[in-house]
């Protein structure tokens, strides 16, 4: 039982809290040992909301899920994993949760309550519509943006959180493009891809591509940016964004028989090699800059 309640709070997923550092990373805060500490705070503490918001997905999706031909054997889905003992985890972890965010930062607490709440809404109706479930899971990104940088002190950058906002909306618009490709019935197994356009996805997902790529190169070369960190370098970091956004883009439309593309990515070695490259370019630029007064 408890290999099937891991396996329902998603490790694989948390990888997506590595947003909580951005922040942290370009307000030059990781030469602080203090710093880096509640930044990795911050990160459990999303993980283990992230790993409760799973298990109620799980919990309101479980009809469903038993008519996925994957999803169906998830550990709820499955009865690998009792209800009441899900339904239990997740009433009495998450407002344990939230209590050590407030401890950590009374503002990185309130973001994570945030957070919590709106998957809720999220869970019981808000994903039913059309394209606002998609810009929901953006917010979601974007509140660990927030968070990060309230876990530190720090501002969060309106051009880190733009560019943050447009990733994730692409992410989820290729997301629900590939279930609605690959969905023998798409309806029975999440209701609002009745109502999208394959179409529509597609064109959504290359225009928020462009677009993401363009607004994180113009935030390379802004002055503010240049000042900020006292080099124009950053701007050669631009590259590896593009290609990690066209490789998703290859995963979205070829790989049919993934259950979701983000979680391919996270197996997929060229993917993960390029953003590994990125993150030490981006710190080696940012860092050796500081210390060397550049």
Known sequence: MVQAL???????????????????????????LGAVLRTL???????????CVYVL????????DRLHPKKRARPIASGALPIPVAWAFFVVITPLGVGLGFLLEPRFGAVLASYLS???????YLKQIPFLDVLLIAGFFMLRVLAGAYAVRVPASPWLVACTFLLATFLAV??????LATADDA????????????QTLRITMWSLAMVTVLVYLAYTMSEH?????GTKLLVLTTPFPLVGILRFIHLVTTRHEAESPTEEILKDRLFMANLAVYVVLVAIILYASRDLGA
């Open 6 to 32: 891991i396996k329902t709070l998603r490790p694989r997923q948390w990888f997506k809290n590595v947003f909580v550092a951005v922040a942290p990373l370009f307000a030059l805060q990781f030469g602080d």
């Open 41 to 51: 705070a911050a990160m459990a503490l999303f993980s283990l909301a992230s790993g």
């Open 174 to 179: 290729g997301k629900r493009a590939h279930e």
């Open 57 to 64: 997905n799980d919990l309101l999706d479980v009809h469903q």
């Open 118 to 124: 709106l998957n809720v809404a999220y869970s019981l």
């Open 187 to 198: 309806k029975a197994q999440r209701a609002v891809l009745a109502r999208y356009d394959l």
């Open 225 to 229: 940016t240049i000042q900020a960190f």
